[in-house]
């Protein structure tokens, strides 16, 4: 089994910077896409980014010329470097990974969530 574990959500003022970390650990054949999901009080949970073990990666809208999300594929991490940080960003970042058990078998493992509050 996969666990998935984010770090590095925090308080940051609008214009600011935050980096989240996300970390797959444990028995898997593969870890194919990994990514970031968000969801804010009262709003339905939106994909943020994701990059594939390729390293081909995308965004919304919303992020895009903001974030960037990386990864080092050797260890299983992915990081997401988010600046000129915006209230609207507000929200709890889930990270996730697409899991390939030996056999074949695919899931989606996901990470408990971060906090990431932009306010002045």
């Known amino acids: 089994q996969v666990q998935v574990e984010e770090s590095g959500g925090g308080l940051a003022q609008p214009g600011g910077s935050l980096r989240l970390s996300c970390a797959a650990s444990?028995?898997?054949?593969?870890?194919?896409?990994m990514g970031w999901f968000r969801q804010a009080p009262g709003k339905n949970r939106e994909l943020v980014t994701s990059i594939t073990s390729a390293g081909s990666a995308n965004y919304a809208d919303s992020v895009k010329g903001r974030f960037t999300i990386s990864r080092d594929t050797a260890k299983n991490t992915v990081y997401l470097q988010m600046n000129n940080l915006k209230p609207e960003d507000t929200a709890m970042y889930y990270c996730y990974a697409g899991v390939v058990l030996h056999g074949g078998k695919s899931y989606t493992s996901w990470g408990q969530g971060t906090q990431v509050t932009v306010s002045s």
């Open positions: 444990g028995i898997a054949f593969s870890i194919n896409t």
